[in-house]
């Protein structure tokens, strides 16, 4: 419906006296009865309530799964960086395993001091041949360090057996329980001699000892010094068993478990064959001697 351009011309004179009157109208009522006003703002609040919970619950729902989500990107993230932790705590552990694992090896080096050294190194083992048919093991320590044939492997509780094989580089240790291995002895309670023969058991056997010998369960067995290879006293181990007429050892060191070994020089090449005695090293002449020495 469309009004007249005189009707539409009073309209607009009378929108504005209109709109000052109930604006005037409002604020007097608003002034002279508060209570009304009121209890017309809450009628209106309670009648918008319903609306306006149905709309919000979406919304809060989407505020919760957003929520959600963030955290289990943070959760993700979070054990990323603690798996990552977690791993290198791993690796300084084993570490830290490893070095004190060296350093109780290096500690129990010094519970024997040997007498009467010459040299001696401490060399690691790189390498076990323990087997049916042979007991031995192969440490990183050869001529270049000073190591020769017939040299004593020693660990802190006792002699693991000889140098049998030297390398510019590694050298081999025949252990007391090989078969090859025949170690002069003695029993330190009583001094009787014997000769510890290794059979490829974890416990040798003592050869050659006097029928009227007194042995007994626990007595400590030494390196007899016998045919100069060893000195007297170093300490070997204990008797364990009686049996058949056969006395069996206990060796003090524990063969199957050797990490590091000293190598000890006792000065005693002299009754060694002359091919495990080492080579004397070349020494520099003196620039005054050379020159005196030099051909004319």
């Known amino acids: 419906m469309r009004l007249s351009p005189p009707v539409k011309a009073a309209a607009q004179r009378l929108a504005l006296p209109m709109l000052v009157f109930v604006a005037g109208t409002l604020t007097v009522l608003g002034k002279g009865d508060l209570l009304l006003i009121d209890k017309a703002r809450s009628a209106i609040a309670d009648t918008m309530a319903p609306a306006l ?21 943070t959760v993700y993230r979070q054990n990323d960086v603690l798996r990552e932790e977690n791993q290198r705590l791993l690796q300084w552990e084993e570490v830290a395993r490893r070095l004190a694992a060296e350093n109780r090896s290096l500690r129990d080096l010094d519970k024997l001091v040997p007498d009467h050294v010459g040299s001696q190194i401490a060399a690691r083992v790189i390498a076990d041949s323990g087997g049916a048919f042979v007991r031995n093991v192969l440490v990183n320590a050869g001529t270049r360090d000073g190591v020769a044939r017939g040299q004593a492997g020693l660990t802190g509780e006792g002699l693991i057996g000889r140098v049998s094989e030297v390398g ?75 049996e058949n007429g056969i006395a069996r050892v206990e060796p003090y060191s524990e063969l199957s478990r050797l990490d590091i070994v000293r190598v000890v020089d006792y000065g005693l ?13 070349a020494t520099k002449p003196a620039k005054g001697r050379a020159a005196a020495d030099a051909p004319r």
């Not at 149905?54 to 957003?66: D, E």
């Not at 030494?222 to 007297?232: A, E, H, I, M, Q």
């Not at 060694?272 to 090293?281: E, F, G, H, Y």
């Open 53 to 73: 919970e149905f709309v919000s619950q979406p919304l809060a729902a989407g505020s919760a799964a957003i929520a959600a989500v963030e955290n289990v990107v």
């Open 168 to 242: 510019e580089r590694t050298a081999r240790v025949l252990l007391l329980t090989d078969l090859n291995s025949h170690i002069p002895v003695m029993l330190e309670r009583t001094s009787a001699r014997a000769l510890l023969d290794g059979d490829n058991s974890d416990r040798p056997r003592l050869a050659f000892l006097d029928a009227k010998a007194q042995i007994d369960l626990g007595d400590r067995v030494v390196t007899s010094g016998s045919g100069g290879v060893f000195p007297p006293g170093l300490p070997v181990g204990t008797v364990t068993s009686l």
């Open 269 to 281: 090449e002299g009754v060694l064959p002359q091919s495990a005695v080492p080579p004397p090293r």
